[in-house]
């Protein structure tokens, strides 16, 4: 029963909240296109303080964070039609898109505890979604860098692919370590956090990018000078 819920409920409500719930705060009260949502939709940037920090925090987290994306995908297909030269790639890229994350994530979270005015413009959310990353990549990096399992992209690649043909499949995954099904649970709350916090904002569409003003972005060392 547990499994069944983890694995074949939990999905399909991420899967719900995660798109339905963005679309919602994305168009809520009015239907422009190129809009950030209902005026929430802000990152609360804390790059006023501390700016020689936050360029290393910020870079690792979201190049980490799009290559996982990438090496995922490319795992759970690899996994599901047998091409162990792409589980390969996961293995290894995922490795360093991990890392990379989790060094950003470690900044982010010692600027907020440890620079004051960060510290005091910090919100629950703010704390909330560096937790559940830190858990979800050190589960992770726990599994592939301590424990060196690897392959269950095998059973995952299929187990994704049970979810979106509709014909959702827990005894796929139910094998996987432990470590690796707390990773995959805690990825899929995350996911339904997702359209409760800031983190909405990489649904923004770029188009007013080009037209409003310019922000002026200078180096660390530009700055110094
Ligand atoms: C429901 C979504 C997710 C699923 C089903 C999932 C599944 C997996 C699986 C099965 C592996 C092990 C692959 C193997 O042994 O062949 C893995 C590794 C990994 N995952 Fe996820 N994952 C999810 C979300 C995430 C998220 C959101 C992050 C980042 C915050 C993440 C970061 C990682 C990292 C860093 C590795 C280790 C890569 C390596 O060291 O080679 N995963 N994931």
Known sequence: ???????????????????????????KNHWVWSAR????????TTGFF??????????CIHWGLITLFITHLIGFIGGGYNLSSWVEVFRWVGMIGGLMLL?????ALYRR?????????SQADDYITLSFLIIIVSF??????VEQLFGI??????WVGSIFTFQPDASLISGAPLVNQLHIIFALLFFCYFPFSKL???????FSYFTRPRISMRTYWGLKK
């Open 1 to 27: 029963m547990f499994e069944n819920f983890f694995f074949v409920a939990l999905p399909y409500i991420a899967i719900l909240l995660l798109v339905g719930g963005t679309i919602v705060r994305a168009f």
């Open 37 to 44: 949502g209902d005026y929430l939709w802000t990152t609360r």
């Open 50 to 59: 501390g700016r020689q920090t936050i360029g290393p925090a910020a870079l």
């Open 103 to 107: 060094y950003g994530l470690l900044w």
């Open 113 to 121: 505890i440890f620079n004051l005015q960060v510290k005091a413009m």
């Open 140 to 145: 992770a990096l726990w599994q592939s860098l």
């Open 153 to 158: 992209s095998y059973a995952a690649g299929p």
């Open 200 to 206: 909405v904002h990489a649904a923004s569409y770029p």
